[in-house]
């Protein structure tokens, strides 16, 4: 199975500031990776497709970038709806395997 | 739109089987794949298997080949997953994901408790 490591597993940042997740792949997967938000009691949202496409509705200050096995994950100014958990998901290979998540809290 | 709606939350005791619906709406349901992912407590998403909605063919995780059936009817426009063999491990909250990941369910609560 790809392991994906997602780090940090939890981040803690003011309001506005710039939020920067990692998801690193076991092996190539080109770009078909995914990015959620969690929220408690809710199904993951994705936000971004294919590591770097913005998902229709979803405000252009999240973004993704990457290929390969390195990916990143942006928030340029975290406002505070945006606490919830965050995970990548990789669908090159089966299984399909997510990341452990990143929590972001507000400072 | 489209959306994906699950049934209720289940309580089953250890040895029971569960069956989760997903019922789809807003798009053509026998054009896509529909996964299973479950959530434990703490645990990170977990992807269970995928049904084609068109054909029925399945393709299931190696961890719960034997303990997952996934099926549909397509003239609900709903796919089914079924666990046996139920043990508190299994204790999750479990989704419907289709339209290449893009739109999920609300999520099922199941619980396994003597």
């Known amino acids: 199975d790809i392991q994906m490591t997602q780090s940090p597993s939890s981040l803690s940042a003011s309001v506005g500031d710039r939020v920067t997740i990692t998801c690193q792949a076991s092996q190539d997967i080109s770009n078909y990776l995914n990015w959620y938000q969690q929220k408690p009691g809710k199904a993951p949202k994705l936000l971004i497709y294919?590591?770097?496409n913005l998902e229709t509705g979803v405000p252009s200050r999240f973004s993704g970038s990457g290929s390969g096995t390195d990916f990143t994950f942006t928030i340029s100014s975290l406002q505070p709806e945006d606490i919830a958990t965050y995970y990548c998901?990789?669908?090159?290979?089966?299984?399909?395997?997510f990341g452990q998540g990143t929590r972001l809290e507000i400072k | 739109q489209v959306q994906l709606v699950q049934s209720g939350a289940e309580v089953k005791k250890p040895g029971a089987s569960v069956k989760v619906s997903c019922k789809a709406s807003g798009y053509t349901f026998t054009n896509i794949v529909m996964h299973w992912v479950r959530q434990a407590p703490g645990q990170r998403l977990e992807w269970m298997g995928w049904?084609?909605?068109?054909?029925?063919?399945?393709k299931y995780s190696q961890k719960f080949q034997g303990r997952v059936t996934n099926t549909r009817d397509t003239s609900a426009s709903t796919a089914y997953m079924e666990l046996s063999s139920l043990r508190s491990e299994d204790t999750a909250v479990y989704y419907c994901?289709?339209?290449?990941?893009?739109?999920w369910g609300q999520g099922t609560t199941v619980t396994v408790s003597s």
């Open positions: 998901l990789q669908f090159d290979y089966v299984p399909p395997t």
């Open positions: 294919d590591a770097s």
């Open positions: 049904i084609n909605a068109g054909n029925g063919n399945t």
């Open positions: 994901a289709s339209l290449y990941w893009r739109v």
